[in-house]
């Protein structure tokens, strides 16, 4: 089956802008996660979804940031204002159960490009 | 938020056994211990998950002491096609009860042929 995919792949915009992020689940899968991870470090959790309802957000950097899952499938996340420093690779997950600690599936990013 | 350490990178020859450490001295009380592993240019893929003690698939191994502060991955007879950053994933304690979701530093680990 497919498995979680991510659009735009690549995104450059120019500061100020606003721009929305998208995630397509695995069919099924109850949770969603959102992570950004800088070149060469790790992912940070943004993030997470179980169904439509948004149960940790305490990753999100500042109120430019939000996101939502409003069907409990596909996932939106959105950058106000954007800033150079919000330049990252932006990935989403997506897990068959409700824990957290659920095996996490990848997408394959969206690299985002401020100038 | 405290961090969890790995070493940043490990040099291995193909046919070893290799033993990558994760540190994550607030690990959250009923939170199990994940690697992942990534290539270039592609998202964590999972690798095996435990909460104490031992686990072991198809893959590797991964050994968890009764502290939980630390957890060690163990990759068998390594191969060229190992090469690739491995990160552990735990849910850290900050700030009180407050617990969040944290990769660790990540392990470039490259086999030599």
């Known amino acids: 089956g497919a498995g979680v995919s991510q659009s735009p792949r690549y995104k450059v915009t120019k500061r100020g802008q606003d721009v929305a992020l998208r995630c397509d689940p695995i069919?099924?899968?109850?949770?969603l996660y959102w992570y950004r991870q800088a070149l060469g470090q790790g992912p940070e959790f943004l993030t997470y979804?179980?169904?439509?309802?948004?149960?940790?957000k305490s990753g999100l950097p500042n109120d430019r940031f939000s996101a939502e899952r409003p069907e409990g499938s596909i996932s939106t996340l959105t950058i106000q204002r954007t800033e150079q420093r919000d330049s990252a690779m932006y990935r989403c997950?997506?897990?068959?159960?409700?824990?957290?600690?659920?095996?996490?599936?990848f997408g394959p990013g969206t690299r985002l490009t401020v100038l | 938020l405290a961090k969890t350490t790995q070493p940043i990178s490990m040099d291995s020859y193909e046919g070893q056994e290799v033993n990558i450490t994760c540190s994550h001295n607030?690990?959250?009380?009923?939170?199990?211990i994940t690697w992942y592993q990534q290539f270039p240019s592609q998202g964590p893929r999972f690798i095996i998950q435990?909460?104490?003690t031992k686990v072991t698939n198809e893959v590797a191994s991964l050994f968890i002491p009764a502290d939980r502060k630390s957890s060690t991955l163990s990759l068998p007879r390594v191969s060229l096609s190992d090469t690739a950053v491995y990160y552990c994933?735990?849910?850290?304690?900050?700030?009180?009860?407050?617990?969040?979701?944290?990769f660790g530093s990540g392990t470039q680990l490259t086999v030599l042929p």
């Open positions: 997950a997506s897990s068959p159960g409700r824990r957290e600690s659920d095996t996490q599936y």
């Open positions: 069919s099924g899968h109850v949770s």
């Open positions: 979804f179980n169904y439509e309802a948004q149960q940790d």
């Open positions: 607030n690990i959250a009380t009923n939170d199990y």
């Open positions: 435990g909460y104490k």
């Open positions: 994933l735990v849910g850290v304690l900050y700030s009180g009860s407050a617990r969040q979701l944290t």
